[in-house]
């Protein structure tokens, strides 16, 4: 799947920069669209003309998604596809500027309705898109009925259905080489002191217990959002916790806050010398060449790690036990991955409402996952071997930490996820408590 980096709201100030462009463009597309389809899915026209999909990248949804492409476009011969595939930092930017241009079809939203307790001056450029109508409505599409209901109903936004779920991923867990593990005698931990037990008896070895791909930053956070994951479990704690600390009952420099961000600093402790510099595109052939017995990651990325590894040893991945209680470690915190949502001031509805319908079909649906190595968000549809070794943990769906925290868009970067995993050393030069208190400083700040 595409790279799944730690959610960020941007500001408001550059949403509503990027809504009030996008009305316009909306407005002068409901003067000049010529493609209409009714609120079923069903067209008017056969799809014909040139149809602009803009999704963030990442190797294996972009092989996937080319797949289905190629296919609709064998169905429709008269539609000509131009795919763009844009890096994850940058596609922020470049969805901006393509909406307001008026030149993308099909992109990535993920609106999100706030918590009562959250300030409106954090809602992200996707909310207030779908609220100026940025996006097509498509709770009535025939093809919605293709998704797992209660999957859409976490979607929902005001109520209305806006994007296209593509699958489900987990990321508060480690892939690791089953074979050195076997060769070595080592057991899967399901504690805290078991984790960092193991990880030592790994370093004695001459083998860094974890990759990380510090350089990107974003990687280096999938240890805290796993730590945050053991020691806040459920989706209720984890709804509290954000409660408390926008309430500014909890805070960033406490006790329990500290335990986080300690959780953190451990990991860094196991990870491999000089891991800020290593690049996240770097990681897979360092796990294959048996640099690192684990490495935190996203099962997004269990396609690319496959081909890394080829037949060079067995791999597995289990959660990141940062709890000393075995059972709150059970369960994989994971999110929906992309979704998919039409521009209402698209110039070519017929075929982008034809290209959801044609993705949905349960068929079509069915190769997606077997390429992305995603999750499937439809019923019936058959899991990858690998998906099927992880099942333990993910029969009950947990969201991960950043998909229930919603950051303040006044307060500081230090306060963004908000535990300061990236200025802990060596990505910063912090220990724990100046992390924690960087945090806190620039927390309040935002009041």
């Known amino acids: 799947m595409a790279r799944t980096a730690p959610r960020l709201r941007r500001s408001t100030v550059r949403a509503v920069a990027l809504v009030t462009a996008a009305v316009a463009t909306v407005a002068l597309a409901g003067c000049t669209s010529s493609t209409s389809s009714s609120s079923t899915g069903s067209t008017t ?40 595939s844009i890096p994850n930092n940058n596609y922020p930017a470049a969805k901006s500027s393509r909406l307001t241009a008026g030149n993308v079809d099909i992109l990535i939203a993920a609106p999100q309705e706030l918590p009562s307790y959250v300030s409106k001056t954090s809602e992200s450029d996707d909310d207030l898109a779908a609220d100026n109508g940025v996006f097509l409505d498509l709770t009535n599409q025939s ?10 109903k976490s979607l ?20 690791y080489n089953k074979t050195m593990f076997a060769k070595n005698g080592w057991s899967i931990p399901t504690t805290w002191d078991q984790f960092t037990a193991l990880s030592q008896k790994i370093q004695a070895s001459g083998v860094s217990p974890l990759g990380i791909g510090g350089k990107d930053s974003w990687p280096a956070g999938l240890t805290m959002i796993s730590a945050v994951q053991g020691l806040y479990p459920t989706q209720a704690d984890k709804n509290t916790l954000a409660k408390d600390i926008w309430k500014k009952k909890t805070s960033l420099s406490s006790s329990s806050s500290q335990e986080i961000l300690d959780r953190v600093k451990t990991m860094y402790s196991y990870a491999e010398p000089n891991f800020a510099g290593v690049s996240y595109a770097a990681v897979p052939a360092g796990f294959a060449a048996g640099k690192y017995a684990m490495t935190p990651d996203g099962t997004w990325d269990q396609p690319t790690i496959a081909a890394a590894v080829g037949s060079k040893f067995d791999y597995g991945y289990f959660p990141i036990p940062t709890s000393n209680t075995a059972s709150d470690n059970a369960t994989l915190g994971g999110k929906v991955d992309l979704r998919l949502a039409v521009a209402s001031a698209t110039k070519n509805k017929t075929a982008a409402l034809a290209y959801l319908a044609f993705y949905s079909n349960p068929k079509n649906y069915a190769t997606y996952v077997k390429l ?15 998906l099927t070794g992880i ?18 868009s006044k307060a500081g970067a230090a306060a963004t996820f908000p535990f300061n995993y990236a200025g802990l050393s060596p990505l910063g030069s912090g220990s724990v408590s100046t992390a924690a208190s960087a945090s806190e400083k620039d927390w309040l700040a935002g009041f």
């Open 391 to 408: 099942s333990k943990y993910t029969k009950t769906f947990s969201p991960a930490w950043d998909t229930i925290w919603v950051p303040n």
């Open 45 to 84: 026209a056969t799809p014909s003309g040139t149809l602009n999909i803009a999704v963030s990248s990442g190797d294996a949804s972009d092989t996937a998604f080319k797949a289905i492409n190629a296919a609709f476009e064998k169905k429709y011969p008269k539609v000509k596809i131009n795919f763009s």
């Open 372 to 386: 992305s190595g995603t999750a499937p968000a439809e019923p019936n549809i058959p899991s990858s071997s690998f």
């Open 156 to 175: 929902a936004y005001k109520g209305k259905q806006y994007t296209v779920p593509t699958g489900v991923s987990y990321y508060t867990g480690v892939f």
């Open 143 to 152: 093809f919605m009925k293709d998704y797992t209901p209660s999957l859409l």
